[in-house]
């Protein structure tokens, strides 16, 4: 943000968001051919006529990228943005609508790209008041809009049809493509997922169960459903909201965390604003897959969900948790020797969830399921409730601690790391397994991070030889 014109903020602030006559910005319904914005002009951004949304560069660190955003005076809600994945550009980049009718981003170096993927030329835009940009083509027909190409959010008025997805935002400042995309698939189904996966049933954490010939549907007045005509409405929200003096705009965004919500931007008739979450898909974060990396499980601590490591884990970065935990130390003589089954020390967890599938299930007594899975060098856990074992390889994906299972977890650990104690069946709290894990994390050393890398890339290749296996077994 530092970087910002002073001046064109401080414009920002001092007009009120009503205001139709920001002399520096254009309020006409229509954009002729030949304008043009730039972070460093006059003009950097195309009003709706009612000021309410804006089309133009916004602020991204030091940069700035292209997009569509609820204007406000002091936090803009971004709701599109233009080629979200190129990265963003400098101050005297420039966006042209060509006089041969092309929407493009000059950069400074002289490079250009298009904004919007049109073969026809167009003789005009619009930033129309629904927060939809369109560009017009011969006899005023709409031949290119936002509302066809969405982010990671829908607005009042707009449709995720069929085939397509929202995918979120790296974070609320960065809006990359991000983690986690609900796709409006073809079958009927609206589902969430983390990115980079099968998109298999497995991977989904969130979904309507709809079927047929669909599409989303947000209304203007927020009501949030899945339309088709085998189908018929499947509301995911109600619209009997209380009414509200003043504006109100609607957005439905899947959210940097996965979650998927609806929220209403609320400008009063006295110039104030406010913005509340109608609805959202999920009420506990632990229960977005993918939200904790690889080999490690997410837990709701008070109000917020963090990410851990299982015993004999270290988180691969402990300045970003999210991208999971690293095994610290090598199974790389497993199988080799008969003597190497005894050198695994076994470490258990309550509660634990995992939405991935076991390689192997039986029944079997508690001693029985922990000696099957020291002996096994594919095992690094097992999960034991009532009779029933259930073996895990590594990487262990999607794991939670969730109250409502009464199953214990067992993990192979190394006698090499002394702070860990044998503890077959034992009741260990979480948190206790939490501050040893932590506290292990403080030791290690540069060496050991540089070759944690070497095995953690190692891991992902097992990772996918993984599914392979998994395919072969259950066929
Ligand atoms: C901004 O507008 C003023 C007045 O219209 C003009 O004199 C000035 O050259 C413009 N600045 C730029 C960078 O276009
Ligand atoms: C664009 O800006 C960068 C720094 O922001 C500068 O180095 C470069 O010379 C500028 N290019 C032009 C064409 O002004
Ligand atoms: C542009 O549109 C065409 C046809 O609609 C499509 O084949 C192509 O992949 C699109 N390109 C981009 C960059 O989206
Ligand atoms: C959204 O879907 C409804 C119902 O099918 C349709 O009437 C409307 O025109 C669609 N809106 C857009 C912007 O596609
Ligand atoms: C935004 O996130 C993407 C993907 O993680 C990253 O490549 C990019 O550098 C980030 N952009 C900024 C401005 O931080
Ligand atoms: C809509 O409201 C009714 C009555 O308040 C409630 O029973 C129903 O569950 C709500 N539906 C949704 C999808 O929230
Ligand atoms: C869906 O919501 C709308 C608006 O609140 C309501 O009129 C309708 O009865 C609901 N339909 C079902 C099947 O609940
Ligand atoms: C809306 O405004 C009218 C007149 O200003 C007032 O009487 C009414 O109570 C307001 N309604 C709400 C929900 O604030
Ligand atoms: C809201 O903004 C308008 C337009 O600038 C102004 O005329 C009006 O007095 C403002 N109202 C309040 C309550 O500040
Ligand atoms: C405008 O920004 C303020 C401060 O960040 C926020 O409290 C308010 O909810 C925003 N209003 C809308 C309509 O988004
Ligand atoms: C391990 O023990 C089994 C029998 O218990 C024996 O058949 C096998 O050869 C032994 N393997 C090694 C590597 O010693
Ligand atoms: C027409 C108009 O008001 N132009 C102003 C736009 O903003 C610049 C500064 O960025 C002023 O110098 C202009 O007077």
Request: charged fraction near 15%; glycine fraction near 8%.
């Amino acid at each position: 943000m530092a970087s910002i014109p002073v001046l064109p903020l401080l414009l920002v602030f001092l007009l009120p968001v009503h205001a139709n006559t920001q002399r520096n910005q254009s309020n006409s319904d229509i954009i002729l051919l030949g304008s043009s914005l730039s972070p460093n002009a006059n003009r950097t951004s195309w009003l709706s006529p009612s000021g309410l949304f804006a089309f133009g560069f916004f602020p991204q660190d030091d940069w700035f990228a292209i997009g569509i955003w609820l204007v406000n005076q002091s936090e803009k809600t971004i709701t599109w943005t233009a080629n979200r994945d190129d990265p963003p550009v400098s101050s005297n980049a420039t966006l042209d609508l060509t006089i041969d009718g092309k929407l493009l981003l000059r950069t400074g170096k002289g490079s250009e790209k298009s904004v919007a993927n049109v073969s026809d030329p167009a003789t005009s835009a619009a930033m129309l008041d629904s927060g939809n940009f369109v560009l017009y083509g011969k006899q005023s027909h709409v031949i290119w809009d936002s509302f066809d190409v969405p982010t990671d959010t829908i607005l009042g008025g707009q449709n995720l049809s069929s085939g397509n997805n929202l995918v979120s935002s790296v974070s609320i400042s960065n809006h990359s493509g991000g983690h986690y995309t609900l796709n409006m698939q073809t079958d009927g189904n609206l589902v969430a997922y983390p990115v980079h996966n099968t998109n298999g049933a497995i991977d989904s954490y969130w979904s309507t169960a709809t079927f047929g010939d669909v599409q989303l549907i947000l209304t203007r007045s927020g009501h949030l459903f899945i339309y088709g005509i085998e189908l018929g409405v499947h509301n995911l929200t109600n619209s009997s909201y209380a009414k509200k003096n003043g504006t109100t705009i609607h957005r439905a965004t899947l959210d940097a965390d996965g979650i998927f919500r609806l929220y209403l931007h609320h400008f009063k008739s006295d110039n104030t604003s406010s913005m509340l979450v109608e609805w959202s898909a999920l009420q506990n974060q632990c229960e977005v897959n993918g939200f904790c990396g690889l080999n490690s499980y997410c837990s709701v601590m008070g109000r917020k969900a963090d990410c851990y490591c299982y015993l004999g884990f270290d988180f691969i970065n402990t300045s970003n948790k999210f991208l999971g935990c690293y095994q610290n130390f090598s199974e790389e003589d497993c199988g080799r020797s008969n003597d190497t089954v005894v050198q695994y020390h076994v470490t258990s967890l309550q509660n634990m969830s995992w939405r991935d599938s076991p390689y192997s299930v039986f029944s079997t007594t508690e001693e029985d399921c922990i000696k099957s899975c020291q002996e096994d060098c594919y095992c690094g856990a097992v999960s034991y409730m009532g009779d029933d074992c259930s073996k895990y390889k590594l990487p262990l994906r999607y794991g939670s601690i969730d109250s409502a299972k009464s199953n214990t977890a067992f993990f192979k650990g190394n006698r090499s790391i002394e702070v860990r104690e044998v503890s077959i069946g034992s009741k260990r709290s979480p948190i206790s397994i939490i501050s040893v894990s932590l506290g292990s994390v403080s030791c290690l050393c540069i060496v050991l991070a540089t070759s944690s890398f070497l095995v953690y890339r190692y891991k992902l290749d097992g990772y996918r030889k993984l599914s392979e296996n998994l395919n072969l077994e259950l066929a």
